[in-house]
């Protein structure tokens, strides 16, 4: 990585960056995944943010000694907010054929009748032809309103900032991308020495090891002994001996 980046820094070098971009897609994807509570498609959030990927990767300085995913999930964040800001909204009002028919009508009646009773929402359903509930409901969704998407600046206290931002809850703060990232490449790199050490031990001990302790339906020692031909003690101590000789080739 660090190479790369001096690469595309002192040469400017697109090969390099290229790669640089292509090795953190994954990132990319972990990033756009924690905004999906906004109802917009991953797809396009996954594009912005690979917007703000290339721009990290034009701008990063490997001589600061920090990794680049940890640079660029700013800027990634940074182009998903925008697009976020531009084309998100809470409550789309009108969704579905009957909300649509609906919407303009209760638009006007709301107007002459304020906040309708039991009486007047029956009477709309039947002209309509919907549902209370849908009549209900839209009601409500009229009486909303948008919210900002960051934390309202002139509002007087901390915690109602936090509470009515958006910005606040709908990203999974449990979940951070760079973390996740790193926690799935350690287990890719685990599983990856695992096979390779299991190919280090002689057949017997491999079979032993995998079955006593990969497979789902684990044989008891005096099973293996049965098959093998010897006492259970002996199985005992082949797979003692292959989880010492296995522990010291993943640490090799």
Known sequence: ??????????????????????????????????YTGYGLPLGDLIQEGNVGLMKAVKRFDPEQNVRLVSFAVHWI???????????????????????????????????????????????????????TAVVREMESRLSGHDVSFDPAPESDSSEERDYYSPAAYLEDAGADPALVLEREDWEEDASQRLLLALDELDERSRDILQRRWLNEDKPTLHQLAEEYGVSAERIRQIESSAIKKLQANMVA
């Open 77 to 131: 964040k940074a182009e998903i907010h925008e697009y976020v800001l531009r084309n998100w909204r809470i409550v789309k009002v009108a969704t579905t054929k009957a909300q649509r028919k609906l919407f303009f009508n209760l638009r006007s009646a709301k107007k002459r009748l304020g906040w309708m009773n039991n009486q007047e929402v029956e009477a709309l359903a039947q002209d309509l032809g919907v549902s």
């Open 1 to 34: 990585e660090q190479e790369l980046a001096r690469e595309l820094r002192q040469h400017n070098d697109l090969d390099a960056a290229r790669q640089l971009v292509m090795s953190h897609l994954r990132f990319v994807v972990h990033v756009a995944r924690s």
